[in-house]
């Protein structure tokens, strides 16, 4: 029988990404948006922490490919979850990356 502590760290292994998908292994834009659907899904059902997702958004968007791997689908998908996170009471600032530069150019002048 596992302690309390073995299942609680199998959670949390498992809150984010379903143990299906590692970021390490998303090659394609399907693989992409498998992982980040699992990820919003999670966190607008709150099974997952914000801070779990944040963790998981940070990994996909310095993925080597990313500008490869986005399209509208995918993007719309991102922008749901940073949403939800700057809801959820997370102090961020739109990355470009997924919203344009329209917040840099303002922050700038």
Known sequence: MKSKKETKIKEVDNSIGGGAHEVSQISTKADLRVFITDVRDKLLKDQAAPIFAMTAMQQVM?????????DKENREILQEIWVKLSQSGLHLRKPPLLFGDGESQAAAK
């Open 62 to 70: 310095t993925l080597d490919a990313i500008y490869d791997l986005l």
